[in-house]
């Protein structure tokens, strides 16, 4: 088999006929499936209450009680992402194509024929786990949704993301000036205009400035503008971006590349709000809040005398948002990847409906350096050159189709991390160091095969 959900799927084989059944779970344990083989329908409804499975295999007629149909009732009841396949003998398909046809809660997924041939019964396993994964991803993607919150177009629903909404709303209704410091992709303006909107200057001029993508001989003129004649080529008086956010917003990304001469005159504009256009011996005054962002640590940059530090303090004197690197709120991955297909598809005209649960998989195994922006590229550029509605693994880009595992450069540092986030580090590790074996991996970690294949679906590391 393929690497593929099933590979690490979770089988309950239900078999009177002991040696028939364990026939069933040699071939399927061949095919790296973690199974359970009981002999009754009693036996199968307990295992279903103690762990729900990917598959259920149950002969159509067990001896007991409980039949094949109750188990395929009581499976869809308790675990409605299940998909159940009967076997029955020949002469008696009726029974099961009735099965299929019952309504969506009881609904079979195939039937099988006595006496089984292997490789049939391994595609419809296959087939069927990855209905199911696809079932349960789909559900567990609603359930997300539902409880994510959207601020200002900032979507997530994680502990990390979430700490700092609540720190930019409070932001947002005081007057001083805002500090938002993250890494290169990860919002940074998206929460300036957050802040903007949920202000009382909502509804004003919000504008930007890149200090990185302007020279410093122009930057002043940028920010406050000239008169004719101040240098060469300033054929008429120009307004700056100060001027121009005046009642509103002015947005500073990536200050910590601003020069140290523009920082004194930028601390001063601060201060008073006074500005003197290039040329220009006149005083203006402008009512504009500023907000600052960047990639850099000001703080390591003021101890190397490269960025002043009575700016600093001016500037971070509520403190800073501290936005989150997308690996750091990995729970977020599958609802911003939602909501990037959804602008994808009104863009380009397209009807992708969802991913592939091992396209998801490795989406959210890989490390992000470019963060959101990376992400929504590279779903905009599947999106635009899938084939089908479902992305799958081909649709990845190269670089993401390999990514099975998160490896960290160096020894981690463990202080702070949830036990969850410790325990599926140390799975990772031992499962690549081991070269992938699982049953290696689980003796090295002391605990039962099953359980490793429990914890490496919950983690997502399948």
Not at 66 to 87: C, F, N, Q, Y
Not at 113 to 138: G, Q, W
Not at 170 to 191: D, H, N, P, Q, W
Not at 407 to 428: C, F, S, Y
């Amino acid at each position: 088999m393929t690497d593929t959900p099933a590979d690490t799927a979770f089988v309950l084989i239900v078999e009177d006929e002991v040696a028939h059944g364990e026939a069933i779970l040699e071939a399927l344990q061949r095919s790296k499936c973690a199974c359970n083989l009981v002999t009754s329908g009693q036996q199968a409804v307990d295992s279903i209450k103690h762990r729900q499975p990917d598959v259920v295999v149950t002969d159509y007629k067990l001896g007991g009680k409980i039949s094949g149909m109750d188990v395929l009732k009581t499976a869809k009841k308790l675990s409605p992402d299940t998909e159940v396949i009967l076997i029955t003998a020949h002469g008696s398909e009726s029974l099961a194509r009735e099965a299929l046809s019952q309504d969506s809660d009881h609904r079979a997924y195939d039937y099988l024929i006595k006496p089984l041939d292997i490789d049939i019964l391994r595609d419809k396993v296959e087939r069927a786990a990855k209905k199911a994964a696809s079932a349960r991803a789909s559900r567990l993607l609603k359930q997300q949704l539902d409880k994510s919150f959207d601020f200002g177009g900032i979507i997530g629903s994680s502990e990390a993301i979430m700490r700092q909404i609540k720190r930019t709303r409070k932001l947002a209704r005081s007057k001083s000036t805002v500090l938002i410091v993250g890494e290169t992709g990860t919002g940074k303006e998206l929460f300036a205009q957050a802040v903007h909107q949920n202000s009382s200057r909502a509804g004003k001029p919000f504008r930007v400035l890149n200090c990185a993508a302007v020279s410093e001989t122009l930057l002043e003129s940028e920010l406050f503008g000239h008169v004719k004649g101040a240098f060469t080529g300033a054929i008429a008086d120009r307004k700056g971006l100060v001027e121009a956010a005046d009642k509103g917003t002015l947005f500073l990304d990536e200050i910590g590349d601003m020069p140290l001469t523009m920082q004194a005159k930028l601390l001063r504009t601060l201060e008073t709000g006074e500005v003197i256009q290039v040329g220009s011996n006149e005083i203006q005054n402008f009512d504009v809040r500023f907000i600052a962002a960047t990639n850099k640590d000001l703080s390591q940059l003021v101890q190397e005398e490269k960025f002043r530090e009575d700016l600093f303090y001016r500037i971070h004197a509520q403190g800073a948002i501290k936005l989150p690197s997308l690996r750091e709120r990995r729970e977020d991955i599958p609802i911003l990847i939602q909501q990037f297909i959804q602008q994808s598809n009104k863009e380009l005209g397209l009807s992708i409906e969802e991913l592939a649960p091992e396209t998801l998989r490795k989406m959210m195994n890989y490390t992000w350096p470019g963060n959101v922006r990376e992400l929504k590229n590279v779903v905009h550029l599947m999106c635009l050159e899938a084939e089908g509605q479902v992305l799958g693994v081909d649709d990845l880009p190269p670089a993401l189709q390999p990514c099975t595992d998160m490896v960290p450069t160096g020894p981690p540092n463990l202080a702070g991390m949830k036990m969850a986030d410790v325990e599926r580090l140390h799975i990772m590790n031992t499962l690549r160091m081991l070269g992938g074996n699982r049953e290696k991996t689980a003796a090295a970690l002391g605990i039962g095969a099953r359980t490793l294949y429990r914890k490496l679906r919950e983690y997502g590391l399948k």
